[in-house]
Structure formats: structure tokens, C-alpha cells
């Protein structure tokens, strides 16, 4: 069948699966229980017990601290794309789920529950051994991250808002959650920029006060002098001369 | 055609002997042949700009004024104590820097009169293409005679409270001497001003043309007058705003 080849596949494509012998596959194939979410629908709250593992099938799933008010909303942390496997801490360390996941758009999900999982890795050492390695990747990932984003903080600390260079990266960035992250810094860092911009300019703008009164008594006393007059006959005689002599 | 340009400013500090031979020396570059006259007796200085110690000032202007030798024997060409190699001429005509000379010059006074017919000699006598006069802070008559016989005035101010009073009065009993051009330039202005702002309203309030506007440079202040900021940095966005000065004088 179409469908099974296209599970048969996708779990080929899932580092926690590829170790398993084709014969445990199709037994996890079955165990699998598929689901599908709506945008932006909540998979399982920070704080619930873990009872499953998820593997995306189709579409996106964030991991993400949530918020106070709307426990469905706040910045994701992480986003699981097809193929990639989440919520499989919580089975090993039987405590309960320390983020939220969510829908990011319409997706589909396959679950397999805790009890399957637990005796998949004792009767298959390759698989812990695919589990651990996932859980390193996920240590480095995060290492990278923080490195990442001490970066961009670093800079903007600094005082230099390169939100075009930012934004440049996350173009680059192939992991979806570093570019999504990415975005959000830059806006923020735009919109720090433009307010401190906006600041520099309230203090910069310098406001020249003359008394007009004083200005014109003074002007008339030094211009009606005598003297004055007499300088400016003077002057005009020699600005003659020069012309004339500029002439010849 | 020579033009006389007078570089005055209501106060001192504003950068004004600084600005004069950085555009003199800018003219010469060009090719044109530039005279400078310290007509600032009581405190002179420009001269420090060209290298000129004490020792290497033979005649200066109290000389001439004191009818001790002509304007021209007072003129020092400082051409290559500026840069070799620059097309036109610098003459610089100092004032004397010998206290006993101040001195005598602040209690006697001098001949305005003699001072404005030594100018037409040096444009004659040098065929000079500019004659710069730095003149003395302040509105005194002496300072007001080379006003009004400059073709055109370039004050200088600083964006400083201290500045703008005494500098529209100035600006206003110019134009009714009759000086021809009058520019304005606004030097040592503080990094965080918003310069078209400060333009608008220094033009809105002195109703005259502001020609550069010259943002607080670092380079410029640890020169310390040791060099021509014009030579020492040909490139600088300060050097490219003083040559706009010059068109601008030269149009």
C-alpha cells in the first residue's frame, strides 16, 4: 500500500527509528496512532504527564514556553519539522513536560505510547543508543543556539543594529526555529534603533533663541554712530577704487 | 577678478584662524594665488598654522602700520612650509607676536584707513586671487572697515548659546554696511545635533546662508594646530565640506 510504503519511509528517515531491523519496524508502524491538528492546536500543556512520543508526519510543530494569559500562544523554542521526533523526554525521565507543543500549521502526528517505547529500547540497545544520540544532538543544538543568539545580543548591546545582516542570516539559517528567532530579534533590534533614534533626535534638536528686541536696539546704536557713517562712505570709496582698478 | 573675504567671528574659539588657512591653503591647492592678513593684533595666531616662530617673523603688519616697511615687504610666502608641490601661492602677512608690539598696538590704536589701502596693494602688488582677512573678534571700527570692504564675509559660530546673540548683531550691522555676500559657517558642532535642523534655524534666525556645517571632528581638535588639517587629511569629510566653502567663494 501507498500509505504503509510512506511510513515505511518516513520512519527509515527518523534517526530514533533507522537502527531498528525491518521486522521491529513493522511493529512500530502499527503501534503508531495517527492524529491530526489544526493550526495553532495545542498537542500537550507544559506540566501534564508525558505519556507519548511524537513524530511529525506533515506539517510543523513547536515546542514553546507558554504564555500566562494564552496558554496556546508564546515564542517557540523549538520547531519539529517531518521526521523529526519530540516529547520523548518526558517518557525516559517520567516527569512531567517541561514546554507546551503546539500546531504550528495544519499537521498530522503519529503517537506512540510510553509502555511501546520502553520495551522497544530494552529489547533493542541499538535504539537507546539512537536516543542518546538524539538527546546529544539536542544539547549541541542548544549550545549552538544560545552561542547564536549571545551573538546578536552582544551586538545590539553594543549598539550596532545590523538588523539587515540579521535578517540576511536567518535567510540562511536551515533550521526553522534559529530563523524564526532570527526574524523576531531583528524587528526587535529595528525597533530598539528606531526609538533610540527617535530619543537622540528629541535631545539633538537645538533651539536658537535671539532677543529681537536687544538685537535690533544694539544694531541701531552701533549703525547710527558717526563713525559709522563714515566707514561706510569710506568703504564705499575704496570698493570703487578696487573696481575700477579690477577694470583696467 | 581678486576678491577680498573677510573670516570674522562675534567671539573667539569658534575655529576661525584654523578654518582661514585651512581654505587658503585649499585655494592654493587649486592653483589660485592666496593672501592671509592677521589683522587679529591683539591676539594673533594663525601664523602658528604655518610653522612661523618668532625668529622667522621679519616685517610684520605693526611694521607696516607703524610705516616701518610696505605691505609686501611684511608678506611671508609659507607656500612650502605648507606641503611642496601645491600649484598656487600662500602669503601670509602676520602680526607681531612680540608682546612690547601687542602692547603698543592695543594702547596707540592704528590707521584703519592705511590698513584697507595696504589690502590693495597686496591684491595688486602679490596679483593675489583671494586675500583673507582674520580679523579680530568682536565689533570694534577697525574690524568694521574690513567688513565693509570685503566682497564677501564669512562668519563663523559655534551652535553655543554665547554665539548667537552678539552673531546677529554682527550679521545685521554687515549687510547694512553693505557687504556683498555674507556666508555662514557653523563650526565644532556636537555630534548628537541634527544637522538640517540645526540649519534651518540658524538660517530662520541670522536670515543669512549658511555654506558648511561642520560636525565636532577629533582629528581636527589633537592636530592642535601643529599642521593644516587640510593636507594632513585631503580625504576627510571636513576637508570635503571647507572646498564647498571655496566654490561657493569662488562662484
Known amino acids: 500500500m501507498e500509505n504503509s510504503t510512506g511510513l515505511d519511509q518516513l520512519l527509515r528517515n527518523t534517526d530514533l527509528f533507522r537502527p531498528l531491523p525491518d521486522d521491529i519496524l513493522v511493529i512500530v508502524a502499527k503501534a503508531l496512532t495517527p492524529r491530526t491538528l489544526a493550526a495553532k492546536e495545542v ?59 503546539r500546531a504550528e500549521e495544519p499537521s498530522t502526528i503519529l503517537a506512540l505510547g510510553g509502555k511501546v517505547f520502553r520495551s522497544l529500547i530494552q529489547e533493542h540497545p541499538e535504539m537507546a543508543i539512537a536516543v542518546m ?31 539587515d545582516e540579521i535578517i540576511g542570516q536567518s535567510n540562511q539559517l536551515k533550521d526553522a526555529t534559529l530563523a524564526n528567532l532570527a526574524a523576531e530579534f531583528a524587528q526587535m533590534a529595528s525597533k530598539v534603533q528606531k526609538r533610540e533614534e527617535e530619543l537622540k533626535k528629541q535631545v539633538a534638536e537645538l533651539r536658537i533663541e535671539v532677543d529681537q528686541a536687544k538685537r535690533d536696539q544694539e544694531v541701531k546704536q552701533i549703525t547710527s554712530s558717526d563713525s559709522f557713517q563714515s566707514i561706510r562712505e569710506k568703504a564705499r570709496l575704496m570698493r570703487q577704487q578696487k573696481e575700477a582698478n579690477d577694470k583696467e | 577678478m581678486s576678491k577680498i573675504i573677510s573670516i570674522h567671528s562675534f567671539r573667539g574659539g569658534t575655529g576661525k584662524s584654523n578654518t582661514t588657512a585651512n581654505l587658503a591653503t585649499l585655494a592654493a591647492m587649486q592653483g589660485l594665488r592666496v593672501g592671509i592678513v592677521d589683522t587679529d593684533i591683539q591676539s594673533p595666531g594663525i601664523h602658528v598654522l604655518f610653522g612661523l616662530e618668532t625668529d622667522d617673523i621679519g ?14 615687504e611684511a608678506a611671508h610666502d609659507v607656500t612650502s612650509r605648507v606641503s611642496p608641490g601645491i600649484p598656487g601661492k600662500i602669503y601670509l602677512i602676520p602680526s607681531s607676536i612680540k608682546a612690547g608690539e601687542i602692547a603698543r598696538v592695543i594702547h596707540e590704536g592704528y590707521d584703519a584707513g592705511l590698513l584697507n589701502e595696504g589690502f590693495s596693494d597686496l591684491l595688486e602688488e602679490l596679483k593675489l586671487d583671494l586675500l583673507l582677512i582674520d580679523t579680530h573678534p568682536g565689533i570694534n571700527e577697525e574690524t568694521l572697515l574690513s567688513l565693509a570692504i570685503s566682497d564677501i564675509l564669512l562668519v563663523i559660530m559655534r551652535p553655543d548659546k554665547q554665539d548667537f546673540q552678539g552673531t546677529s548683531v554682527t550679521v545685521d550691522v554687515a549687510l547694512k554696511l553693505g557687504v556683498p555676500s555674507l556666508m555662514m559657517l557653523v563650526n565644532k558642532i556636537p555630534l548628537q545635533l541634527d544637522l538640517n535642523n540645526l540649519k534651518q534655524e540658524i538660517e530662520r534666525t541670522f536670515n543669512a546662508e549658511v555654506v558648511a556645517m561642520i560636525p565636532h571632528c577629533d582629528e581636527l581638535m589633537s592636530l592642535a594646530s601643529e599642521d593644516i588639517f587640510a593636507v594632513r587629511y585631503p580625504d576627510h569629510a571636513v576637508t570635503a565640506e571647507l572646498k564647498k566653502v571655496i566654490q561657493k567663494m569662488l562662484a
Open chain 1, 133 to 163: 544520540s538524539g538527546l546529544n544532538e539536542r544539547i549541541r543544538y542548544t549550545t549552538d543556539f544560545l552561542g547564536e543568539v549571545s551573538v546578536w545580543v552582544q551586538r545590539v548591546a553594543g549598539g550596532s543594529y545590523q538588523t
Open chain 2, 59 to 72: 616685517n610684520s603688519l605693526n611694521d607696516y602700520l607703524w610705516g616701518k616697511c610696505t605691505i609686501k
Open chain 1, 43 to 101: 498537542l500537550f500543556q507544559q506540566g501534564q504527564p508525558g505519556e507519548e512520543l511524537i513524530l511529525v508526519q506533515t506539517g510543523s510543530v513547536a515546542i514553546y514556553t507558554p504564555q500566562a494569559d494564552d496558554p496556546a500562544a508564546g515564542q517557540a523554542i523549538r520547531i519539529f519539522q517531518p521526521g523529526q521526533v519530540l516529547g520523548e523526554m518526558a517518557l525516559i525521565d517520567q516527569k512531567p513536560r517541561s514546554l507546551s507543543a
